[in-house]
């Protein structure tokens, strides 16, 4: 039903970072002055990053982390939680939607503000992912993830450095140039993350990065419709039945045929959303008998009808985003 990544059969992660296909997403150059401060809402499902080229801010997220940052850093705010943007301690931070910012396109905005001090320059974005499974593992990650200059992030920082070429030098198509960089960066940081990270070492990311654990998951993954049943998982693991189905239950936190039967409805969420297949059509995909069977399963996991979800889904994400910031 999805085009699987050539990787998919050994590298979990990258199949985690494959279902992160971005939709609807708001991008924004700024060019700041000193004193200046902003407030950007909190935008649930939405995954915020920030990067300066030049100059410095401080970063707070409300009822968390504080940092600042410089030229060559990167900081996310994967939950879309509120948070404030400034050039020093103290400053005021007035809600960004309340600060003019022309629109270069349908999602793309300029913003100038600030006094008449020192120049900070910014590219700033809210991604917002197609897949539902995507919000599963935004969920686990932490309030603020912050990408520094080291040995270890060389790639992400090369792509640092040519967004930041881009902006000190702007020539015909560079919106669109810093646009597609700024995808990149946002998955090589989640990728960053993933591989030095303490926090990625437990449970379902845990899981993925576990030999035996995660080949089952890549497996489930990529062939979702498949007659999935304990015992054939077990073999996919070269374990017991007992063994696996304990060790799968520890480290998942819930058993092996429920999680089959939940990354299935993410897949049909998917494909509802995107108008790729009707409800019966999904039911014969991912091996039920009768379309109401499946939408049974559907309705106990997720929590709506297929019909419902089809009905309330948004295509026009970027759209609302934007919307949403200059209301």
């Known amino acids: 039903m999805d085009q699987q990544p050539p990787w998919a059969a050994t590298d979990p992660v990258g199949e985690a970072l494959h279902v ?9 150059r700024s060019e700041l002055t000193a004193p200046w401060g902003m407030t950007l809402p909190r935008t649930p499902g939405c995954l915020w990053f920030h990067t300066v080229t030049s100059g410095g801010c401080e970063l ?41 910012h022309p629109m270069l396109d349908d999602r793309y905005v300029l913003l100038r503000h600030g006094g008449d001090g020192d120049a900070t320059r910014m590219v700033c974005g809210a991604v917002r992912f197609e897949h539902p499974a995507a919000r599963g593992l935004l969920d686990l990650l ?45 998955i090589q940081a989640l990728r960053q993350w993933l591989a030095h990270d303490p926090a990625a070492r437990t449970g379902w990311l ?20 498949r ?22 239950t520890e480290l998942v936190g819930e058993p092996a045929m429920a999680y089959v039967t939940r990354w299935r409805m993410h897949v049909a969420a998917d ?31 997720v929590g709506e009808s297929p019909g419902a979800l ?18």
């Open 310 to 327: 089809r009905r309330r889904s948004d295509r026009g994400v970027s759209r609302s985003l934007v919307a949403s910031l200059e209301s």
């Open 271 to 301: 494909a509802l959303t995107s108008g790729d297949a009707t409800v019966a059509e999904l039911a014969g995909r991912l091996g039920y008998r009768s379309e109401a069977a499946f939408s049974r399963a559907f309705s106990r996991t």
């Open 60 to 100: 707070e997220v409300t009822g968390g982390e504080s940092v600042s940052l410089r030229p060559g850093e990167l900081v996310l705010v994967p939950r879309g939680d509120e948070h404030r943007l400034r050039s020093a301690p103290g400053v005021a931070t007035p809600d960004i939607r309340s600060i003019p």
């Open 142 to 186: 932490p309030g603020l993830i912050r990408v520094e200059p080291t040995a270890g992030s060389d790639r992400c920082h090369d792509t640092l450095r040519l967004i930041a070429a881009e902006v000190e030098d702007l020539r015909p198509g560079g919106e669109a140039v810093i646009t597609r960089l700024a995808d990149v960066l946002v």
């Open 227 to 248: 007659d999935w049943t304990v015992t054939s998982l077990a073999a996919t693991a070269s374990m017991s039945r007992s063994a696996f189905a304990a060790r799968f």
């Open 206 to 225: 845990g899981a993925l990065a576990d030999d035996r654990m995660g080949r089952v998951l890549a497996q489930v993954h990529r062939d979702p419709s």
């Open 20 to 28: 992160l296909r971005m939709s609807g997403t708001f991008y924004c």
